[in-house]
T-cell receptor
Framework: AQKVTQAQTEISVVEKEDVTLDCVYE???????LFWYKQPPSGELVFLIR??????QNEISGRYSWNFQKSTSSFNFTITASQVVDSAVYFC??????????FGTGTRLQVFP | NAGVMQNPRHLVRRRGQEARLRCSPM?????VYWYRQLPEEGLKFMVY????????ESGMPKERFSAEFPKEGPSILRIQQVVRGDSAAYFC??????????????FGPGTRLTVL
């Protein structure tokens, strides 16, 4: 069965701290896709990144970086020098041979000034 | 290029009434997905549609819930005889045509349904 686990329910940091959000997934498929979405307090879902299972190269986009490790079935997300505007719920999701996204339960990040 | 549109953004219904949620996919997208988010939980898949076809409805309750995506017009998620447990945020996502599972799903702003 496919499953996504985000063990951190809530994380609080002070501005400018670095923070890593963990994501562990389970799937029997060899081809799959992993995603991160951000849900700010306004409620919409914002797409952040998609990785496929054949590309383990880490990615950096500004203050955001992602570490994909197939050996540990993890796809962790790091925010460097966090800002108050980063406060949101972050969801990791898996898409395999079906067309549906399987979401983790989310990690609520609070960044204090 | 407009994103995924959902309306209404907020919907209040009394128990036993019907709720109709609308979703217009992004321009050029022909795959639509509906997800439900209960309070303080992650999103759960409900149904996947292409134009005039339901592809996967494995996540949708068998009773009271239905979905359609007609040739013309938005996709509709319909909940009949709503109950308090239906209160949730309902999100629609869309992706381009082609091999669906390779593409990113882009989400609309959601419809917050409250059942009194």
């Amino acid at each position: 069965a496919q499953k996504v686990t985000q063990a951190q329910t809530e994380i609080s940091v002070v501005e400018k701290e670095d923070v890593t959000l963990d994501c562990v997934y389970e799937t029997r498929d060899t081809t799959y896709y992993l995603f991160w979405y951000k849900q700010p307090p306004s409620g919409e879902l914002v797409f952040l990144i998609r990785r496929n299972s054949f590309d383990e190269q880490n990615e950096i986009s500004g203050r955001y970086s992602w570490n994909f490790q197939k050996s540990t079935s993890s796809f962790n997300f790091t925010i460097t020098a966090s800002q108050v505007v980063d406060s949101a719920v972050y969801f990791c999701a898996l898409r395999d041979n079906t067309d549906k996204l399987i979401f983790g339960t989310g990690t609520r990040l609070q960044v204090f000034p | 290029n407009a994103g995924v549109m959902q309306n209404p953004r907020h919907l209040v219904r009394r128990r036993g009434q019907e709720a109709r949620l609308r979703c217009s996919p992004m321009k050029g997208h022909s795959h639509v997905y509906w997800y439900r988010q209960l309070p303080e939980e992650g999103l759960k898949f409900m149904v996947y549609l292409q134009k005039e076809n339901i592809i996967d409805e494995s996540g949708m309750p068998k009773e009271r819930f239905s979905a359609e995506f007609p040739k013309e017009g938005p996709s509709i998620l319909r909940i009949q005889q709503v109950v308090r447990g239906d209160s949730a945020a309902y999100f629609c996502a869309s992706s381009p045509p082609g091999r669906g599972n390779t593409d990113t799903q882009y989400f609309g702003p959601g419809t917050r349904l409250t059942v009194l």
